[in-house]
Nanobody, 121 residues
Framework: QVQLVESGGGLVQPGGSLRLSCAAKGSIFSIDAMGWYRQAPGKQRELVAT???????NYGDSVKGRFTISRDNAQNTTYLQMNSLKPEDTAVYYC???????????????WGQGTQVTVSS
């Protein structure tokens, strides 16, 4: 059983910063890609950032230069540092990981429960 546990969301003023965390718990053999996605009310879920097992990162156009994704492989955790936040960054943020559990031959995608980020004055 694998579970992703997110933390770090909240209310922040425009121009402020937040750091999200997502930790994978359970019987894990390996984790490939990790990523963050977000969904605002009335909109489709969109890519925020991804990071490969080798550390290569990719960002959505709207967050480039402001957000930074990182990972701690020893802790099975990914982080999203969000700076210069804008009201349009308001959304529920979800983490996703491609996980190979122990005693399984293939990877599966797992999602976190989501954490609310609200940017408002």
């Amino acid at each position: 059983q694998v579970q992703l546990v997110e933390s770090g969301g909240g209310l922040v003023q425009p121009g402020g910063s937040l750091r999200l965390s997502c930790a994978a718990k359970g019987s894990i053999f390996s984790i490939d890609a990790m990523g963050w996605y977000r969904q605002a009310p009335g909109k489709q879920r969109e890519l925020v950032a991804t990071i490969t097992s080798g550390g290569r990162s990719n960002y959505g156009d709207s967050v480039k230069g402001r957000f930074t994704i990182s990972r701690d492989n020893a802790q099975n955790t990914t982080y999203l540092q969000m700076n210069s936040l804008k009201p349009e960054d308001t959304a529920v943020y979800y983490c996703k990981m491609s996980v190979r559990p122990w005693r399984r031959l293939i990877e599966s995608d797992y999602w976190g429960q989501g954490t609310q980020v609200t940017v408002s004055s």
